[in-house]
Structure formats: structure tokens, C-alpha cells
């Protein structure tokens, strides 16, 4: 039972242009949600997170956006670079427990 | 400073052995995470420590499958005997563990197993 679902296994973008990597979920009681950036051979590395009381969070080319009434969420990379080509994992988590939820993955590309 | 560190980050093994692998959390972080990254399922954990005491184990495959703790600077997941689906690279991750859920979470470089 995936709770947390990447349906886009891969996403090939030109340099500058605008990324969106989407992320549904099932469980109403996810109230953290966080994205990851995997390079090979190493591991995942924390990028962004929102609380469930914000519909959006900004972090200079990183934003996260979050609705909650569909249960789904993006991330936008804006300008994309070659350098932001990796792995995105979405991640979720609900109160009381430390238990991280993972989906499983979107690759992308940014080509020149 | 130094991130969470595994070893090794490779082995190879044949079906039946033993295999143990090793991970030394960042210091002063109480809470430590076992994952599998596969491709069908993405990364999953299998099993997570706070202040060197399993809290949920539910997602350990099976009993071949066993993780200690025995102090806050190391930690190992063996695997006995491992079979040729349990290839996968297997990622350590360790966070402060205040009781915060949103405490962020670091993980190590993995160990990629191979069992022929």
C-alpha cells in the first residue's frame, strides 16, 4: 500500500526552464511533507519541507506547493540547471512518530 | 563534521551468508533509521532507534532480518541468510530525536548488496 505516490518516474527539462515534480499521498493524517535530492552513489539529501498549515513554501529556485483538499503536492525548480539533475524523493510524515514515508523517486534531467 | 557514516559501501555475497552491515550516526543525534531503496518500492524503512531503543520495526521484511544499537555512536543490520532479492542498497539516516517529527533527517553515502 503506497501511501506516498510518484507517478512520474522521469522528467527531462531544458536549462532554464521551469521543473514540477508532483507528489499525491492517501493518509489524511500526513501533516509534514518533505523533498529529497539523490545524486548516484550517494544518499539522499534533505531540500525543502512545508507543514500542513501552509499551501506554499519558497526557498530561492525551490518552491513547494501543498494542497491539502486534493492531497497532493509539487515541487518547482525555477530556473533549472544541469546541476539539479537527480533523483526527487517526496516524503511524508504525521505527528507523534519520526517515521518518514517516502515515494519512489522522479528522475530528472535538465539538459543544456 | 562528520555526516553518517556505513560501511561497507559495497559487498558482494552469495545467497545463504551472513551479511552485517554498519553505521555510525552523526553525534549527538539520538535517532537512527534503517532504508532499503529499491525500484519497484522506492525507499522504505525497515526500521528505526531512538535513544539506542527500537521504536518500530514494522517494516522489517522478515526474520532473517535483525538490527542492533547497541550505544548512540553504532548500529548494524544484519541479514541471516540473505537471499538474491535482498539486493538493494541499504541507507542509514540518522536525526536529533527530540520528539519533533519535523526534526530533519541525514542519511549516510549507503551500502549497495549484492547477493548472488
Known amino acids: 500500500d503506497q501511501q506516498v505516490k510518484q507517478n512520474s518516474p522521469s522528467l527531462s527539462v531544458q536549462e532554464g526552464r521551469i521543473s514540477i515534480l508532483n507528489c499525491d499521498y492517501t493518509?489524511?493524517?500526513?501533516?509534514?511533507f518533505l523533498w529529497y535530492k539523490k545524486y548516484p552513489a550517494e544518499g539522499p539529501t534533505f531540500l525543502i519541507s512545508?507543514?500542513?498549515?501552509?499551501d506554499k513554501n519558497e526557498d530561492g529556485r525551490f518552491t513547494v506547493f501543498l494542497n491539502k483538499s486534493a492531497k497532493h503536492l509539487s515541487l518547482h525548480i525555477v530556473p533549472s540547471q544541469p546541476g539539479d539533475s537527480a533523483v526527487y524523493f517526496c516524503a511524508a510524515s504525521r505527528f507523534n512518530t519520526d517515521k518518514l514515508i517516502f515515494g519512489t523517486g522522479t528522475r530528472l534531467q535538465v539538459f543544456p | 563534521d562528520a555526516g553518517v557514516i556505513q560501511s561497507p559501501r559495497h559487498e558482494v555475497t552469495e545467497m545463504g551468508q551472513e551479511v552485517t552491515l554498519r553505521c555510525k550516526p552523526i553525534?549527538?543525534?539520538?535517532?537512527l533509521f534503517w532504508y532499503r531503496q529499491t525500484m519497484m518500492r522506492g525507499l522504505e524503512l525497515l526500521i528505526y532507534?531512538?535513544?539506542?531503543?527500537?521504536?518500530?520495526d514494522s517494516g522489517m521484511p522478515e526474520d532473517r532480518f535483525s538490527a542492533k544499537m547497541p550505544n548512540a555512536s553504532f548500529s548494524t543490520l544484519k541479514i541471516q541468510p540473505s537471499e538474491p532479492r535482498d539486493s538493494a542498497v541499504y541507507f542509514c539516516?540518522?536525526?536529533?530525536?527530540?520528539?519533533?517529527?519535523?526534526?530533519?533527517?541525514?542519511f549516510g553515502p549507503g551500502t549497495r548488496l549484492t547477493v548472488l
Open positions: 512545508i507543514s500542513s498549515i501552509k
Open positions: 553525534s549527538g543525534h539520538n535517532s
Open positions: 493518509n489524511s493524517m500526513f501533516d509534514y
Open positions: 532507534f531512538n535513544n539506542n531503543v527500537p521504536i518500530d
Open positions: 539516516a540518522s536525526s536529533l530525536g527530540t520528539g519533533d517529527h519535523t526534526d530533519t533527517q541525514y
